[in-house]
């Protein structure tokens, strides 16, 4: 995985949050809560929280007497989230690195995580970690996305890049975000790593975009593709973002977008 895969910053992480949250993201950030909230932890650990929209969801349903610490590996990232959150005693905040968490053994009942497995470096190493840090009986809870084609506004974009840099394709969103899907090499990684159980649960939905613009914005302008449009012509931003927004609406039409998404939800026990 290149660097700036995993380079969420300048306008990024605004972008991040106004685009892509609604666009993709809530749905499976409301059912990240419900299901952490199901377990009525006191001690709960978010990894890769992003600009977080399921920091937002899961404070919402946790006890007044619960205790949220929230770690990203990108500082920007985890300030947008912190800003939009707000003042509450629950939480605490923390750059962290994933693959090696900076809380003791033992630490937490539930260790959550939203779309962020992919970016690992070494992916047993994370969930040995998060591993690590549960109590007995804890959960682990996290998702990924699907594979590409089962994700279609995606896979509508990197059509668009390959129409756009012909000669050098930026592969982004089917390398990182869409690149760990095989879901019994998941349940290889996460038993591997030494949990006791493993649940992986495939859910469906619809995202909706207002018109194709705001779609091609959201994934060319508020993810890291962005990095890559701009190593290839640093003056394509628009442009690319535009012709994005072309092939959108000629497969989706001008108005109101709404196209299948796909991601897998993993519970595992310690």
Known sequence: ???????????V???????????????????????????????VLETAAGS???TRA??????????YAVTDLNQPMLDHAKLRQGTDARLSWRQADALSLPFPDGSFDVVCCQFGAMFFPDRIKGYQEARRVLRPQGAFIFNVWDRIEDNV????????????????????????PHGYHDTA?????????GFLGVTIETRSGQNQAISAQL??????????LRNEIEARRPDALE????????VIAARHGEGLISAKIQAHVIEALV
Do not use: W
């Open 153 to 176: 506004i995606a896979a509508d974009v990197t059509d668009a890049m390959a129409e756009f840099f012909p000669d050098d394709p930026p592969r982004f969103l089917a390398r990182t």
């Open 1 to 11: 995985m290149p660097e700036s895969d995993k380079v969420f910053a300048g306008s």
């Open 239 to 246: 442009a690319a973002t535009a012709h994005a927004a072309k």
């Open 52 to 54: 977080g929209a399921v």
């Open 185 to 193: 090499q998941i349940r290889r990684d996460v038993l591997d790593a």
């Open 13 to 43: 992480p605004e972008n991040y949050d106004r685009y892509m949250v609604p666009l993709i993201f809530q749905s499976y950030a409301d059912d990240m809560a419900r299901r952490v909230a199901s377990r009525a932890p006191k001690t």
């Open 215 to 224: 779609a091609a914005i959201s994934y060319c302008q508020g993810t890291p």
């Open 58 to 67: 899961v404070a919402a349903v946790l006890s007044p007497d619960a205790t």
